[in-house]
């Protein structure tokens, strides 16, 4: 599959104030469901150091990532009105209720399967666009790609990737092939919450309420 070119604009700098604008406020949206799913794998899990894991990802994608997105809001000036008169996007409802139902239905090998894309997609992303900045760059979306591209993420990811290969082994031929359908659905998402930013994706039946 090629770069998506939300991905190919936000490493040049050149991705429209508009499109990233949209993207955040469907991502503020989008990690609170994320947090609320995390919160449930750390409920689940059965190695007490995975409780600490999950449930400290689930507070770090409230406030430290909610804190990133927070910053860019003031610097485009929108408030909480602006932001509250925004719509959540088709895109953002589907990837957030699969979580929370995978969180509520899933078992605990299901529901990590669903939530390491969420760190490894970006992780690999930040850190593609991180190799490719000449430090003559002046690009608006540094804060993002650091975010994501930091030794930090990169040791939460390695964590949940851990976490994830001890549930598979612990697991039987029928979860773990629920667990693959469910990592597979995320990746889907994943491409889909870029592409539905890049196109500002809205209700097709908006018109008609
Ligand atoms: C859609 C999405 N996926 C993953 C992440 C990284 N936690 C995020 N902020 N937004």
Redesign the pocket.
């Known amino acids: 599959m090629s770069v998506h070119p939300f991905n190919e604009e936000l490493a040049t700098g050149t991705l429209s104030r508009e499109r990233f604008q949209f993207y955040l406020v469907q991502?503020a949206r989008?990690?609170v469901g994320?947090g609320r799913a995390l919160a449930a794998a750390a409920a689940k899990a059965p190695e007490v150091d995975d409780v600490a894991f999950l449930a400290g990802a689930a507070r770090d994608?409230i406030v430290i990532?909610r804190e990133m997105h927070e910053s860019y809001f003031k610097w485009f000036r929108l408030s909480e009105t602006d932001l509250a008169d925004i719509e959540t996007s088709p895109t953002c409802v589907a990837?957030s209720s699969f979580l929370l139902a995978t969180a509520h239905t899933g078992s605990y090998g299901e529901l990590l399967a669903a939530l390491l894309p969420?760190?490894w997609?970006?992780q690999s992303v930040g850190a593609g666009i991180l190799a490719r900045q000449s430090p003559e760059t002046d690009n608006p979306y540094r804060p993002w790609i650091d975010t994501?591209a930091g030794d930090e993420f990169e040791a939460t990811v390695r964590k949940g990737r851990d976490a994830l290969d001890r549930a598979a082994d612990a697991a039987g031929e029928a979860t773990r092939e629920k667990m693959l359908a469910a990592f597979t659905r995320a990746c889907e998402y994943?491409w889909m919450?870029w592409d539905s930013a890049y196109r500002q994706e809205g209700w097709p039946t908006a018109a008609v309420r």
Do not use: Q, T, W
């Open positions: 991502d989008y990690l994320f994608a990532e990837y969420c760190f997609v970006y994501y994943e919450f």
